[in-house]
């Protein structure tokens, strides 16, 4: 059973910057890995995900202001999050997946207020 583990969420101001990061309990070649979010009465959204040989995809919210990232080596996943918005508060979730194998970390309190 793979295991993902985030750190790096917090309070931040509006157009402040946090990073993201979920590093995972084995290999996670051939997965897609990346991240996704849950607002305050919203359903589970996809963020941004990120495929072995770096391809990309990004909510169109954050796109110019968000950036994926992976180290395959370290089976680790970044999220870079600038110019941040209130409505980007959210408690985001590492995400790996491929064919059947769909794995979630415990999700990471992101608060973006004055």
């Known amino acids: 059973q793979v295991q993902l583990v985030e750190s790096g969420g917090g309070l931040v101001q509006p157009g402040g910057s946090l990073r993201l990061s979920c590093s995972a309990s084995g290999s996670m070649f051939s997965f897609r890995m990346g991240w996704y979010r849950q607002g305050p009465g919203k359903q589970r959204e996809l963020v941004a995900d990120?495929?072995?040989?770096?391809?990309?995809n990004y909510a169109d919210s954050v796109k110019d202001r968000f950036t994926v990232s992976r180290d395959n080596a370290k089976n680790t996943v970044y999220l870079q999050m600038n110019s941040l918005k209130p409505e980007d508060t959210a408690v985001y979730y590492c995400n790996a997946r491929v064919s059947t194998y769909n794995y979630w970390g415990q999700g990471t309190q992101v608060t973006v207020s004055s």
């Open positions: 990120c495929t072995t040989g770096g391809t990309t």
